[in-house]
């Protein structure tokens, strides 16, 4: 899971927050509550634009160049 961290444009609170992907982003300071919190991307040691994510996706989307009819053996090759 990763780690977002969050600054207070209002009172300067920086904070790290653990949050899945899917977590809707913290819109309010836990110090005074403005609503001036925000994501800092910088900190962020992970890749969060999310291509490359979906191997269902390329499942779906049939054979790509290095499956020959027949299937290629590779896992998520039908
Ligand atoms: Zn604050």
């Known amino acids: 899971m990763p780690i977002y961290e969050y600054r207070c444009a209002a009172c300067g609170t920086q904070k790290e927050h653990l949050q899945k992907m899917s977590d809707e982003p913290i819109a309010q300071c836990p110090s005074c509550g403005s609503s001036d919190y ?11 634009k999310g291509n490359g994510w979906y191997v269902t996706d390329f499942k779906n989307s049939g054979s790509g160049p290095a499956c020959g009819s027949g299937g290629c053996g590779s896992s998520g090759c039908a």
Do not use: I
């Open 38 to 48: 925000a994501k800092q991307l910088s900190a962020a040691g992970f890749q969060l």
